[in-house]
């Protein structure tokens, strides 16, 4: 370009998704011009357009497992609850964790985050980690008067 001349252009692409990304997803508008000041110099050359790409890579979300330590009752305790990192907007993921303790002998038990899916959302524009949690009893120690 000559000195003081100056290219005006337009990229009109956009991309939402993880999967709206793909090679030249983001052309240049029709309406570009050479200005030199607020003068049209662009018969001056011969301009080749080329599209660009615009990327949207997936987000890392975790899903995990929540740990809870119980009182010895003597009855079978699990704790269902999870927690979700990472998630945009509205979108929202449900879970199934399952684990159960009955014993204090059991030592700690793992809290195993076994599915999820998105309620709300596109998956593909998440990586998701899953992350179990654990379960323990204790028993409770006698109080002196």
């Known amino acids: 370009m000559f000195s003081g001349d100056k290219l005006v252009a337009k990229a009109t692409g956009s991309v939402t998704n993880v999967a709206d990304t793909h090679?030249?997803?983001n052309p240049?508008?029709?309406e570009y011009m050479v200005k030199h000041g607020y003068q049209d110099v662009t018969a001056n050359y011969v301009?080749?357009?080329?599209?660009?790409?615009?990327?949207?890579?997936p987000k890392t979300v975790t899903v995990t497992a929540q740990d809870k330590e119980f009182v010895?009752?003597?009855?079978?305790?699990?704790?269902?609850?999870y927690d979700v990192d990472g998630l945009v907007g509205n979108d929202s993921?449900?879970?199934v964790v399952t684990g159960s303790i009955t014993f204090p002998t059991q030592g700690t038990v793992t809290n195993k985050l076994t599915s999820y899916e998105f309620i709300t959302g596109t998956p593909g524009n998440y990586t998701v980690t899953t992350v179990d949690g654990a379960t323990a009893l204790h028993t409770p120690t006698a109080q002196s008067r």
């Open 93 to 95: 993921i449900s879970a």
């Open 28 to 30: 240049i508008a029709e």
């Open 47 to 57: 301009i080749t357009t080329q599209a660009g790409t615009l990327t949207i890579n």
């Open 72 to 81: 010895y009752t003597g009855e079978t305790q699990s704790w269902p609850k």
């Open 23 to 25: 090679t030249g997803n």
